[in-house]
């Protein structure tokens, strides 16, 4: 966007240098990016303005944000704020999903709405014609939204699912273990987990819309094709009957305050490659001198010139991936560095870490590594405010952060200005290896003795529950197995789900290579998930092969195990990826635990314990199968006499096999979703 | 008060895509350029297209097209191994590069003061590339791979090419896929790809466009100082025309098993006219009418109403040659593909003999004209945009005029387009079944 704007071709002409014969033309003069002036006024209901009138063609986006995100939501009922935004346009007190969804479609109008911390932010995008038709629907969807009673229990299922897929994740795991960590009781710190979501109730909803989407507090951005002074009428007239309310405060304790590194790793048994976050807290808001930090930052891991990336992945092989970054919100910052590596150098790539931040922070920076990573930040910022979305979503953000107005408009002058003296010194300053939290996610067993140099190391489960190191261990299965006497066996199941049968499913066993190969196939809905188990005579995994297909995705697991290690290849949604694993002696996978049963001698309160692998998400577990009680139970194929059985684990679930041995699954039903199989021919 | 005009009153509430400045001149040696200044933002979109795609493979060489993009960001005489990247990326730059049936495409979007970087790699890449064998080998490697990620080892996408094969089995430029087959890729040699790039990647055959913050007449000094040298390359053979179409000589029909499906899918495929062919407009109101959002026809008949489709796609394919209407349906279980292709041909046949409704052909309208202020809305759309024009219609000159006429389509237009071309003797349907599994059948 062009209109008075800072010359800085002078500064940026210094940075290149002359062509060699035959090389790259150096760069022509810079030009400047400029912003039209920007126009603020308070609208009737007290909610601040800001409107950046463009009109290159004619769209508009408005970015109106509410006080009130993830911080206010009730205590257990994390997740709150984020469902209300994402209930917003499922219902009005006068429009109905459909028709807000139909009207959209009509108009090519596009809504969205997200919770950040402090804050939600309601984003409408619409070409100019159909402008007053969109702030009409998002008037209404703001001030009267129904949270209508179906759409709350979907989107509660879709969340805990989001969740679960999370949970499955080795960066997603550090990353919350991080955060969770890094803030202590400070408010930024909470995060909804599958208990919290599932404890959201429409009426929290209600109660959290009424408390905080109110217009004092609020800030209303229009970039695009507008008239500053007709929106301003426009959004008076779509918003009249917005009131303001009264807001409860929010306590915001004070963060932990570290005086020595912290260390803590999130256990994840068997997984031969750990993710490590480093960082700490930074003061928030618009701090002085935050350009020299944003350089200093950029020269120490700004992706793959940084120091971080040059070192540990070129020199050192330790890693693909090493980044830092400095963020900042209104009350608090913060610096982070990320990257995986193999279990058994992390030890080396955390203290590798700790000696580039202490390079840059006590040794001269190079002019030329600074001048391009200075052109490097110079030259990508214009691609960040070409379009009213993108300048909307940054005023948006430079304003919530009490940026000045003119903030944005000189930010490219602020950085070419920044030198190497202003760099250092800013590293020096602000990043603090001794506040530093270190969070390693992997085998907790492998880290301990890697990482206890750099003090007392923590060592937590997945859900943030402490573990002791006599915890770890996943030992061999607790009896031999025998499956020597099983007889081939095809079975067939019915799929259940929420009390209605949606698919198929069977298991086959055959004799194979001395052992059995154990085939599963469930198909439900669209998608098919292919398990193929192939074990020796005393249940010791060989091979297995996972397949999960749909239209239009597809996920395939292939391994194999050699001695104590478990080796393969993951094709996922974002490429191929190499399975390892070490594991104990006896390992199997989960469905060898049906196996387990079938071929075991069983009695109520037997109790079986044997280590399950989980190739796709790389861990190793022990999983305690325990014979509950004897009783009868009715499937399609007819009434049977049975064990009921519990099976512990990341997975837990209840499997009822057929009292007399062979121990056939007649029913097993899955504790945390509502799916079951049931027994409909064979066996 | 005087009576304002329905006209006037309409003319205000119109959507009115805005018109793109544009300038083009053409070197001795034949490199077409457009130049379209943009100066909201201090950023530029370079991009060069070789009219040369899968389309121009001679037999025997599927795949080479799209081998060869690879190829391009290897080496020159003036960048070493990986300094195009390099520059780019540290200007603050991207950059990508893309193959379909009738071109190849090279992009970089970097700041405006860099323009002359981006240009001047397009001419090292142009004249001075270095094919060498290992970069020809290890690029050969990366290929295949691509081949067996993306096609054979996804379900339901050797189907799409299935597709191609039957729809265009009398067309040779058309059938195979532009990722090319294992063989050909195994047989393809190092002297092979030099010779490509001798023949194709020369000026005669390539497109510049440049949007953003510059000046046309600084973009035509610093394309005349990094291009004007290069020899024209050898002139080539003109791509026969496709047979026409609407095609009578009756449905094409392929039943085949995806080892990767599990469920079956129907694609339906209605052989089109090139490109420029002005039923391309009605068409393509059509695709949105039928499939684009919950309340399109056919969504809302056989997905919510009859609950018999999980999914279904409408889109046309558009070719400097040829084109295809395409629409795709996935069934829930227990539903037959039978039973889909009826329910097409049903909303087919409903379009074909009434049309469509005022309020169905505005918010396809509304829909397809605020892509193309999308499509506006960055220097990268609007390269791409102009080199579409470029390819479709030799000149980028009817950009401005074009969106507008969507306002100029009524009912009977889309229907006579459905019932011209949308009828059983022009189509090729391609039903997919999983494998028979082994046990009880199911």
């Not at chain 1, 995986?340 to 590594?369: D, K, N, Y």
Request: hydrophobic share 40%; aromatic share 6%.
């Amino acid at each position: 966007m062009r209109g008075v704007g800072v010359a800085l071709g002078a500064i940026l002409l210094a940075a290149g240098c002359a062509a060699a014969q035959g090389g790259p033309p150096p760069p022509l003069p810079v030009e400047e990016v400029g912003f039209p002036p920007v126009h603020e006024s308070t609208l009737s209901s007290g909610a601040h303005l800001v409107v950046v009138p463009w009109s290159e063609v004619p769209f508009v986006t408005v970015n109106v944000v509410v006080p009130g995100g993830t911080v206010a939501d009730p205590a257990g009922r994390e997740g709150t704020a984020t469902f209300v935004a994402r209930l917003l346009q499922r219902g009005t007190g006068s429009r109905s999903f459909d028709e807000i969804a139909g009207a959209l479609d009509r108009r090519g109008i596009s809504l969205a709405a997200a919770a950040a911390e402090e804050w939600t932010t309601i984003s409408l995008n619409a070409t100019t014609p159909a402008l007053d038709e969109g702030l009409e629907i998002l008037a209404d969807i703001l001030v009267d939204p129904s949270f209508p009673d179906d759409q709350v229990d979907l989107t509660r299922t879709q969340a805990r699912t989001g969740l679960q897929v999370q949970s499955s994740r080795a960066d997603a795991v550090a990353d919350r273990a991080f955060t969770r960590r890094l803030y202590g009781d400070h408010p930024y710190g909470r995060l909804a987990t599958t208990t919290s979501v599932s404890a959201v109730e429409r009426q929290d909803l209600v109660d959290f819309h009424r408390r905080w989407y109110r217009p004092d507090g609020a800030v209303v951005v229009v970039a695009g094709d507008v008239d500053p002074e007709r929106v301003a009428r426009r959004l008076d007239a779509a918003f009249r009957g917005w009131e303001p309310g009264s807001k409860p405060d929010i306590d915001f304790p004070r963060a932990p305050d570290r005086t020595r590194p912290e260390v803590v790793v999130v256990h994840r048994p068997g997984a031969v490659q750990a993710e490590i976050r480093v960082g700490h807290l930074l003061m928030g808001g618009d701090v002085e001198g935050w350009e020299d930090l944003v350089v200093a930052n950029q020269i120490l891991g700004g992706g793959p010139p940084g120091r971080l990336q040059q070192v540990l992945r070129g020199a050192l092989g330790y890693t693909y991936d090493a980044r830092s970054a400095v963020t900042r919100q209104r009350r608090l910052g913060v610096f982070r560095i990320a990257t995986a590596a193999r279990t058994e150098v992390v030890g080396a790539t955390v203290q590798e870490i700790f000696e580039q931040v202490e390079r840059l922070r006590t040794r001269a920076i190079p002019g030329s590594e600074l001048s391009d990573e200075v052109a490097f930040l110079v030259g990508s910022f214009p691609r960040s405010v070409e379009t009213p979305q993108q300048v909307a979503g940054q005023l948006t953000e430079w304003r919530l952060i009490g940026a000045p107005a003119d903030a944005l408009e000189s930010y490219r002058a602020r950085i070419a200005a920044v030198d190497t003296a202003r760099a250092r010194a800013a590293a020096e300053r602000w990043i603090r290896p001794e506040q530093f939290l270190v969070v390693v996610s992997g085998d907790a067993a492998r880290l301990q003795p890697q990482l206890r140099a750099l003090g007392e190391v923590r060592i937590i489960d997945t859900e943030g529950r402490p573990l002791g190191l006599s915890d770890l261990g996943v030992g061999p299965a607790s009896e031999v197995f025998d499956l020597s006497h099983l007889t081939p066996d095809t079975l067939t199941y019915d799929v259940v789900v929420g009390g209605a049968v949606r698919g198929k499913a069977t298991r086959i066993l055959e004799p194979q290579d001395g052992g059995w190969r154990f085939a599963s196939v469930i198909q439900a809905g669209f998608q098919t998930l292919e398990q193929e188990l192939v074990v020796d005579d005393a249940l010791e995994m060989v091979s297995s092969r996972n397949r999960m297909a749909a239209p239009t995705k597809e996920m395939q697991v292939e391994t194999r195990r050699e001695g104590d290690r478990i080796t393969g290849r993951a094709i996922m949604d974002d490429g191929p990826r190499p399975v390892d694993l070490s594991v104990p002696r006896g390992v199997t996978l989960s469905d060898g635990l049906e196996l387990a049963l079938w071929g075991s001698r069983l009695a109520v309160g037997r109790e079986i314990r044997l280590p399950v692998a989980d190739v796709q998400e790389g861990v190793v577990e022990t999983v305690v199968l325990r014979v509950e009680e004897r009783t009868e139970i009715s499937v399609p194929a007819g009434t049977f006499d049975v064990f009921r059985v519990s099976v512990s684990g990341r997975d837990p679930q209840t499997i009822y096999v057929r009292a007399q041995g062979p121990h056939v699954p007649i029913r097993m039903e899955s504790a945390s979703r509502p799916i079951a199989l049931e027994l409909a021919s064979g066996g | 008060m005087a009576a304002v005009p329905v006209a006037a009153q309409h003319e205000s509430d119109a959507l009115v895509v805005p018109p793109l400045p544009l300038e083009t001149f053409r070197l001795d040696n034949g490199l077409r350029v457009v130049v379209s200044e943009d100066h909201s933002t201090p950023i530029v979109a370079v991009e060069m297209w070789y009219h040369v795609g899968s389309a121009h493979e001679p037999e025997g060489r599927s795949g080479f097209a799209h081998l060869f993009e690879h190829l391009a960001f290897e080496d020159t005489e003036g960048m070493a191994d990986g300094d195009f990247a390099r520059l780019i990326t540290r200007a603050g730059g991207v950059y990508n590069g893309a193959t379909d049936a009738d071109r190849t495409a090279f992009h970089e979007v970097l700041p405006s003061n860099r323009v002359n970087l981006a240009l001047w790699s397009h001419a090292e890449r142009m004249a001075r590339l270095r094919v060498g064998e290992d970069d020809f080998v290890t690029q050969r490697e990366v290929v295949k791979e691509e081949r067996r990620l993306r096609v054979d080892n996804q379900p339901y996408a050797a189907s799409r090419l299935s597709v191609d094969t039957v729809a265009f089995r009398d067309y040779a430029p058309y059938r195979h896929s532009v990722v090319g087959s294992m063989d050909d890729l195994e047989a393809a040699s190092v002297d092979d790809a030099r010779d490509f790039y001798r023949d194709f990647y020369a000026p005669n055959h390539a497109v510049l466009v440049v949007v953003g913050d510059v000046r046309a007449h600084d973009v035509r000094e610093m394309v005349e100082e990094y291009f004007g040298d290069l020899p024209r390359g050898p002139e080539l053979p003109v791509l026969p025309p496709a047979p026409p179409t609407p095609r009578t000589d009756g449905e094409r029909r392929r039943t085949e098993t995806d080892r990767l499906a599990q469920l079956p899918l129907v694609w339906m495929a209605y052989t089109l006219p090139p490109a420029a062919h002005p039923d391309h407009r009605p068409l393509a109101l059509l695709t949105q009418i039928l499939a684009t959002g919950e309340s399109s026809r056919l969504r809302r008949r056989m997905v919510t109403e009859e609950g018999a489709a999980l999914d279904v796609v409408a889109q046309v394919d558009r070719r400097t040659r040829a084109g295809l209407f395409l629409l795709g349906a996935a069934p829930v279980e227990g539903v037959g593909a039978e039973r889909i292709e009826g329910l097409l041909d049903e909303e087919i046949a409903r379009v074909a003999a009434e049309g469509v409704t005022l309020a169905e052909l505005e918010a396809a309208r509304n829909q397809l004209l605020t892509g193309a202020v999308t499509e506006r809305m960055t220097v990268e759309g609007k390269a791409a945009l102009l080199q579409r024009y470029v390819l479709f219609y030799g000149s980028p000159d009817r950009v401005n005029q074009d969106p507008a006429r969507f306002h100029e389509v009524t009912s009977e237009d889309i229907r006579r387009v459905a019932a011209a071309y949308l009828v059983a003797a022009n189509r090729t349907v391609v039903v997919v079944e999983p494998p028979r599994a082994a046990g009880d059948g199911w």
